[in-house]
């Protein structure tokens, strides 16, 4: 079949190499390299916030809801994300409206809120009142990473456990 004895062992070895080199990366190789492109990222403007990818909000758009971190009365926002425009194309305010009577954010709140979020590809951004950041590249059930604004910072070591630096993981 082949003219050559070993092209077939190099064919087979060069594929080999092709599929290594393009193997996708684990969840923790995604982690790791989110960790360190957000670790200087200022989020400040974020801070009592709440930002997550809920769904699909139509034809090339993602649905974002927005609250505030601590708001427990009023519902959220909900924001569509233009994926090929990489902007916001909608802000509904209807369910903050029922049960708040008046907004509680601006609209160029939402918008960097919700840039912020889908410039990383995050599901969850979450920065609380101290300025700790929680975040979810996976899904925004619930945050899989925490930025420790400050060192004295109380952390609860029975949901998360050191990352790296200033990150901690959940266990």
């Known amino acids: 079949m082949f003219k050559y004895p070993f092209k077939s062992l190099i064919v087979i070895i060069c594929t080999g190499m092709l599929f290594t080199q393009c193997r996708s990366k684990t969840k923790i190789e995604i982690t790791e390299d989110l960790v360190s492109k957000l670790d200087t990222v200022n989020f400040s403007n974020l801070r009592n916030r709440t930002v997550l990818c809920r769904s699909v909000g139509g034809p090339f758009s993602l649905r974002y809801l927005v609250r505030n971190y601590s708001e427990s009365k009023c519902l959220s926002y909900s924001v569509d994300y233009n994926i090929i425009f ?14 708040c009577n008046s907004d509680y954010l601006d609209s160029l709140q939402l918008v960097s809120a919700v840039e912020t979020t889908a410039h990383y590809k995050l599901q969850l951004l979450q920065v609380d009142s101290l300025g700790n950041v929680y975040i979810n590249p996976f899904n925004y059930e619930r945050p899989l990473l925490m930025r420790s604004a400050d060192q004295s910072n109380v952390v609860n070591h029975s949901i998360y456990k050191p990352f790296k630096g200033n990150w901690f993981i959940r266990l």
Do not use: D, F, M, W
Request: aromatic letters at 0%; zero cysteines.
């Open 86 to 99: 990489n902007r916001v194309s909608q802000i509904n305010r209807g369910l903050v409206h029922e049960t």
